[in-house]
C-alpha cells in the first residue's frame, strides 16, 4: 500500500494512493508539490513526533564554519543534526576532524550524498554509489555509518525512495526552511520563521519542527545559529537532533 502525506506543513495525514499511480519526481522545495510518497517501506520525515521539540538541521558541510557552530552549540548546551556531504564546498577527509568532534560530542551525523547530486535524476547504480561512497568516509572517520539521510533539494522520486529502502536509510526532509541560501547574509529573515513558527501561543505543545538552514554559509553557522537557539529555548523547546525529536536512542542513528 502506497501513502501520501497530505501537508508538509501540518502533522501528517496519510492518504492511500493506488499502487498504480504515478509518482513524479518530488522536491520538498516545490510548494506546489506538497506530497510525500510512501514506497517500498520508505516514508519521507518532515517533522519531529515529540511535542515541544525542535531539531535545528545544517546542510552541505562539513566546512570551515561548522567548527565555529559546534563551539556555539556547546556553549548553549543543545545538539543539531549535521546532514553532510563527501565533497560539495569542502572534502569531509579535509574536514574529518570537525566531522569526528560533532560525532563525539553527541550530535547527530547523517548522510546528504556523496557530492549533492539530485537523486530523482540518477539510475539505481548511481544512486547506490552517491550513498556508498560517503558511507565508506564516514565509516573510516568515525567508525558507524549513518541511517538518517537527506536528498539533495528534498528531491526524490519511486526510484530513489526504493533504492534508499533497500540501502537502510530513513529519508528525511524538513517542515520549516530558513532559505538561508537565498539570503545569505539576511540573518533576520531567516531568524523570522522562526518567530513566526515558535511564536504562535500553544506552539510548544503540539509535535516539533525539524528546520533547514546551511552550516556552510557563514552568517547562519555564527550568527543565527546562536539567535535563533536563545529564542526557541525561551519559548519553552527542547533544540535536540532529529532522533531524539522522533523518539529514537542514540544508538539506533547509526548502524556498523
Request: charged fraction near 20%.
Amino acid at each position: 500500500m502506497l501513502f501520501s502525506v497530505a501537508s508538509v506543513n501540518a502533522a501528517p495525514a496519510l492518504v492511500p494512493i493506488s499502487p498504480s499511480a504515478d509518482l513524479p519526481a518530488f522536491s520538498a522545495n516545490e510548494a506546489s508539490t506538497p506530497i510525500l510518497h510512501k514506497r517500498a517501506g520508505t516514508t519521507i520525515i518532515t517533522h519531529c513526533s515529540k511535542p515541544g521539540t525542535l531539531a535545528m538541521t545544517f546542510d552541505d558541510g562539513p566546512f570551515s564554519y561548522t567548527n565555529g557552530l559546534l563551539d556555539i552549540l556547546k556553549k548553549k548546551g543543545v545538539k543539531a543534526t549535521f546532514f553532510m556531504n563527501g565533497n560539495n564546498y569542502g572534502n569531509i577527509n579535509d574536514f574529518a576532524a570537525v566531522v569526528k568532534r560533532a560525532y563525539n560530542e553527541g550530535h547527530q551525523i547523517a548522510s546528504h550524498t556523496w557530492d549533492h547530486a539530485d537523486l530523482a535524476t540518477l539510475s539505481k547504480g548511481k544512486i547506490t554509489t552517491e550513498m556508498t561512497k560517503l558511507e565508506a568516509a564516514f565509516k573510516k572517520i568515525i567508525g558507524v555509518r549513518p541511517v538518517y539521510m537527506r536528498p539533495p533539494y528534498g528531491s526524490t522520486n519511486a526510484l530513489a525512495l526504493s533504492t534508499l529502502s533497500g540501502l537502510g536509510y530513513k529519508v528525511v526532509t524538513w517542515d520549516e526552511d530558513t532559505e538561508d541560501w537565498q539570503h545569505p547574509t539576511d540573518v533576520l529573515a531567516s531568524y523570522a520563521v522562526y518567530v513566526n513558527v515558535l511564536g504562535k501561543a500553544g506552539e510548544v505543545k503540539k509535535n516539533g519542527h525539524i528546520f533547514l538552514e546551511h552550516d556552510v554559509n557563514h552568517d547562519t553557522a555564527l550568527l543565527l545559529a546562536p539567535k535563533a537557539i536563545d529564542y526557541a529555548l525561551s519559548k519553552g523547546f527542547k533544540v535536540v537532533t532529529v532522533g531524539t525529536c522522533l523518539g529514537v536512542s542514540q544508538k539506533n542513528w547509526y548502524r556498523s
